[in-house]
């Protein structure tokens, strides 16, 4: 498996937005689900910071998400375009393999 997580801040205002956006229904996942080896998304919330998330997508494999990132980059690229109004600050805290 291959995980990449995701950390996020997120101003009151724009919370609902934002998790619409990258819960595991969301617009991310949406997008990610036309690979078949896309294995599904997690929102985790901070419990003691407001406004700060994690996502953790995972994928069977590096070469999935690779592969996925060719054939729909231009997707990917506008979907991060039209997200940035919704998050103050956006730091990829790294990809794993497991």
């Known amino acids: 498996m291959?995980?990449?997580v995701w950390q996020f801040e997120v101003t009151e205002e724009q919370t609902t937005g934002f998790e619409?956006?990258?819960?595991a229904d969301g617009s991310w996942a949406r997008l990610f689900r036309h690979s078949a080896e896309y294995l599904?998304?997690?929102?985790?919330?901070?419990a003691y910071v407001?406004?700060?998330?994690?996502?953790?997508?995972?994928w069977q494999s590096e070469?999935?998400?690779r592969a996925f990132r060719k054939q729909h980059d231009a997707d990917y690229e506008a979907l991060d375009r039209a997200c940035d109004a919704l998050t103050a600050s956006e730091?990829?805290?790294g990809a794993f393999s497991a």
């Open 63 to 65: 070469d999935a998400f």
């Open 50 to 58: 407001p406004g700060r998330y994690l996502t953790i997508d995972r």
């Open 2 to 4: 291959f995980v990449i």
């Open 20 to 23: 619409a956006a990258y819960s």
């Open 40 to 46: 599904g998304t997690e929102l985790l919330r901070d």
């Open 91 to 93: 730091q990829r805290v």
